[in-house]
Nanobody
């Protein structure tokens, strides 16, 4: 079991930056692989980034490569998503997810635990 709580969403101008946090707790939290997804109105939830439990391996959607960085604080069992050079099309509800699978899964069905989501709005 893993419980996830996201924070850090908000309103930002295009070109600006924002950092999301996801605090994990529960028996499997420290060894879980963590992912970030987002869902814009009228669209399906899509993969953004993932990081292994060790923090040594990461993966990104092509749309955010070079702009977003995922990282992990092992002591606090918290994952961060640093978002730079934000674009209007990055506007969405961002979700943190966790799984005990191996690898770096990129689909929603491969994740077992989800946070409540945090809204990110980028004004053009």
């Amino acid at each position: 079991q893993v419980q996830l709580v996201e924070s850090g969403g908000g309103l930002v101008q295009a070109g600006g930056s924002l950092t999301l946090s996801c605090a994990a707790s529960g028996p499997s939290a420290s060894t879980a692989l963590m992912g970030w997804f987002r869902q814009a109105p009228g669209k399906e939830r899509e993969f953004v980034a993932a990081i292994t439990w060790s923090g040594l391996s990461t993966d990104y959607a092509d749309s955010v490569k070079g702009r977003f960085t995922v990282s992990k604080d092992h002591a606090k069992i918290t994952v961060f998503l640093q978002m730079n050079s934000l674009k209007f099309e990055d506007t969405a509800v961002y979700y943190c997810a966790a799984t005990n699978r191996v690898g770096l899964p990129t689909t929603t069905r491969q994740y077992d635990y989800w946070g409540q989501g945090t809204q990110v709005t980028v004004s053009s």
